[in-house]
């Protein structure tokens, strides 16, 4: 079995799943979650999830509650995916970061240049001053921008890492297009040959399709799980990709994808 799918079964586990297949991972626990944000919610993604106004009365509860709220996956449970392929001293922006103790896990691991951006100043606000309670270096920023037009120089970034606001996104009314130019602004600030890291519930074949539309200059890369979970189960797909370098050449594709293998053989 290679290192990759060892990662597989590794997060398989800690999710208390037994069968997993490549290209998907099933999770009950997501529903549980989408109930513990509002009870109303169907078994589809809302559109109110890609409004700011549904977000800051949100965030405005959770404080009011003092509580925080992780989407998809823990930080330590994403740690898999995350150590092989970026380096601690890494600059990292993490959009639609929200009330998630995801960018706190992050520092404390040693992770500590991160740009931290949300639409909402309602959790920014809180953000910040959760950020100087807990005495996190100054290289950890809350910003407040809409991420498809984001206000960051080109070619700043050595990875993202996106954990359901391109989901979010695409719940919009106009899903397709605010995806399409959130993606091209994760393109235009990472560095050549920087990271995406993508955490969805959408399929394989949805995100190649969003991908493919944008036609960005990037190599793409997939994983995923499943479990035999019964009733309505959703999906947790995570997309690798790598913004092509100058004089990537022909087989960047292939050098990719050995890249992949040799981060997940450890």
């Known amino acids: 079995a290679t290192g990759l799918d060892a990662y597989q079964r590794h997060l398989g586990e800690r999710l208390g799943r037994a069968a997993f297949a490549k290209d998907k991972l099933w999770l009950r626990h997501l529903v549980e979650e989408k109930k513990r944000i509002d009870p109303h919610f169907a078994d589809v993604f809302d559109e109110a999830f890609g409004e700011i106004s549904y977000w800051d009365d949100k965030y405005k509860q959770r404080a009011a509650a003092n509580d925080e709220f992780d989407w998809f996956i823990s930080f330590q449970d994403a740690q898999g995916v995350l150590e092989p392929l970026i380096r601690r001293d890494a600059k990292i922006l993490v959009p639609g970061c929200g009330d998630a103790p995801f960018s ?3 520092c404390a ?3 500590e240049h991160l740009c931290n951006v949300d639409a909402s100043d309602v959790v920014i606000e809180r ?4 950020s100087a309670s807990a005495s996190l ?3 950890v920023e809350w910003k407040v921008m809409d991420c498809r037009r984001l206000d960051l120089e080109a070619d700043a970034f050595d ?6 606001l391109l989901d979010c996104v695409r719940c919009r009314t106009d899903g397709r297009l605010a995806a399409a130019d959130v993606l091209r602004e994760f393109h ?3 560095k050549p040959g920087g990271t995406l890291i993508v955490f969805s519930a959408h399929t394989r074949a949805s995100l190649e399709q969003i991908f493919d539309e944008v036609d ?3 190599y793409f890369g997939h994983v995923g799980f499943e479990s035999a979970d019964a009733g309505k189960p959703f999906l947790l797909s995570v997309v690798i990709c790598e913004k092509h370098a100058p004089g990537a050449g022909e087989d960047g594709q292939a050098r990719f ?3 992949l293998e040799r981060a997940f053989s450890g």
Do not use: E
């Open 257 to 259: 994808a050995a890249r």
């Open 188 to 190: 235009r600030v990472l």
């Open 216 to 218: 960005l200059s990037w």
């Open 159 to 164: 990875a993202v890492v996106d954990k359901a």
């Open 104 to 106: 706190r896990d992050l």
């Open 109 to 111: 691991a040693g992770y």
């Open 137 to 139: 270096p100054a290289t």
């Open 127 to 130: 953000m910040r001053a959760a």
